[in-house]
Structures are given as C-alpha cells and as structure tokens.
C-alpha cells in the first residue's frame, strides 16, 4: 500500500519556541492532506484540511495562527506549532489521499508533541 | 455535520469469544466506510474498507463488517478473538474526497 512519512516521530520542546513537523507521501501525489490530533485516550480529531498550493481549511476551534500548515507540493505538507505551551503535548498524524484515485486516506505514524 | 458513533468503548473478551463492534453515522449522502485498528505504541492501520459493492466486506485478521445503509451501520465483527486482538479499534466515514471522521473509538481486551 501507499507509505505516508511524518517526520520526526517524537519531539521534546521548550515553552515558547516552535515546532515543525513534516508529513510526506512517499510513492504517491497527494492534493490533499489531513491533520489530525489525538489526546490521550481519546479519538483523533480533525484539526485542518491542507491543500496544495492554496490555504488549508482549519476546523472550528483550532487557531490557525498557531497551527501553521503548509503544502508547498504534492507530496509535501508541514505543521508548525508555534509558541508552543504545554497544553499543545500531544500526538499529531497526517493523512494524505492520492490525488485522482478513489482509495481510502494513508496514515503516517504520528508525531508525539512533548512541551517542556 | 457528519458524526460516527461508537457504542462500546471498552470491551473485555476471553479467547475464542466473538466479537462485534457496533458502529453508526448520521451522514445521508453516499459515503466510504472504514474500519482502523490501532496496536499499543503503534499507528493507525487500516482493518477494512466499504467503497460500494458488495455490503458484507472482509478484511485482514479475519475481520468483517456489514454496511446496513437503511441503518447508517457498519458494524465489525470476528468470529473468535485472539489475545493479539487487543488493541483500540475506530470506525471512520469519508464523504467522496473530503475528510475522514473517526468515532470515539473503542478499546478491546482480550483475556487468555
């Protein structure tokens, strides 16, 4: 099946600075990528709808100028967290669907977000 | 707004028991169904999927679920667990090429 790669797999910051975390479909294009949040024990949840080479659609209640993403290519997209604050630990995955096939969205394997 | 429900959120079974996994979206329109399986420490991998065709689908594991459109269900099943079933299992629903909702989840416990 189609491999999605986020990089990296985890990550430890300090209050305040930034974090990018990178989402790559690796032997397919993809015009659509997904966002999504998990908390502990819990469901993920959509955070934003990247699309390349236009803004991404955020969902209601997620800050768009603290979630920054950006799909500068079809098999590229990133999320920066910026300012990040403790309340921002989580574990963050990316999905991408191929562009033109009708297949089920491919997973990365996430990106475990720890703000110190 | 499309929403999934996921009515057991915690399941304990012993070895060998059968399990279904109920699962139920409120969307009307024509939508993709799917089931993930995700393993401690592990991402999400896909369990099944329902495009169109036929309703009853089978997946990896010995995994199958029916798609029941008069029901809005797409339900999970599998006629006798394994302790390596254990693991956290979401229901999803895609509508065309937009994005992918997820239930709540539900985490199985298999006991030998």
């Known amino acids: 099946g189609a491999v999605v790669s986020q990089h990296p797999s985890r990550v430890i910051c300090k209050s305040g600075t930034s974090v990018k975390i990178e989402c790559r479909s690796l032997d397919f294009q993809a015009t659509t990528m997904f966002w999504y949040r998990q908390f502990p024990k819990q469901s993920l949840m959509l955070m934003a709808t990247s699309n390349e080479g236009s803004k991404a659609t955020y969902e209601q209640g997620v800050e768009k100028d603290k979630f920054l993403i950006n799909h500068a290519s079809l098999t590229l997209s990133t999320l920066t967290v910026t300012s990040a604050h403790p309340e921002d630990s989580s574990f963050y995955i990316c999905?991408?669907?191929?562009?033109?096939?009708?297949?089920?969205?491919?997973f990365g394997q996430g990106t475990r977000l720890t703000v110190v | 707004a499309q929403s999934v429900s996921q009515h057991n959120h915690h399941v304990i079974l012993s070895e060998a028991a059968s399990l279904e996994l109920g699962c139920n979206y409120s969307y009307g329109g024509t939508v993709n169904l799917f089931w993930y399986v995700q393993y401690p420490g592990q991402h999400l991998q896909l369990l099944l999927k329902?495009?169109?065709?036929?309703?009853l689908v089978k997946g990896i594991k010995g995994f199958e679920a029916e798609f029941i459109k008069s029901k809005f269900s797409f339900n999970l099943r599998k006629p006798s667990v394994q302790w390596s079933d254990t693991a956290e299992y979401f229901c999803a629903v895609q509508r065309g090429y937009q994005k992918v909702t997820f239930g709540i989840g539900t985490k199985l416990q298999v006991i030998p």
């Open positions: 329902y495009f169109s065709g036929d309703p």
């Open positions: 999905s991408a669907i191929e562009t033109g096939a009708n297949t089920e969205a491919f």
